[in-house]
């Protein structure tokens, strides 16, 4: 499994109302993107915002920070992100109570690799 960390600093420092409302523009769009098992959007008080995305391989994860989507980002909020990958090979799942070494087998109708 594969987490991304994406940050940049904001051309302006949105209230967490407003960051709430610009994110929630985008965040359908995330639904369906192959690999993905979950977002979650990333505001601080210092103007940095971002995602954290938790993926079941890197070549899903690196398909998805491609040039258009760095440039629709960097238009979009200003400046380029900084995008960070890591392996996660532990997960501790509190929702469902699991510990995860593994992603699932299938999720939101997807199999994963």
Same mark, same amino acid.
């Given at each position: ?7 940049? +600093?904001? +051309?302006?420092? =949105?209230?967490? =109302? ?9 965040? $359908? ?11 979650? %959007?990333?505001? $601080? ?7 954290? %995305? ?6 899903? +994860?690196? +398909? ?12 979009? %909020? ?5 995008? =960070? ?29």
């Amino acid at each position: 499994m594969i987490i991304t960390i994406v940050r940049f +600093a904001a +051309a302006t420092t =949105e209230s967490l =109302e407003e960051a709430t409302e610009i994110f929630s523009e985008s965040a $359908a769009r995330y639904l369906d993107v192959p690999g993905l098992l979950g977002k979650a %959007y990333l505001r $601080a008080d210092d103007g940095t915002v971002g995602g954290a %995305y938790w993926w079941t391989n890197r070549p899903d +994860a690196e +398909a998805r920070f491609n040039p258009g989507w760095l440039e629709g980002v960097t238009k979009k %909020y200003g400046s380029p992100p900084t995008v =960070e990958f890591f392996d996660a090979p532990i997960v501790v799942d509190n929702i469902l109570g699991t510990i995860r070494t593994e992603p699932p087998k299938s999720f939101g109708g997807q199999e994963s690799l």
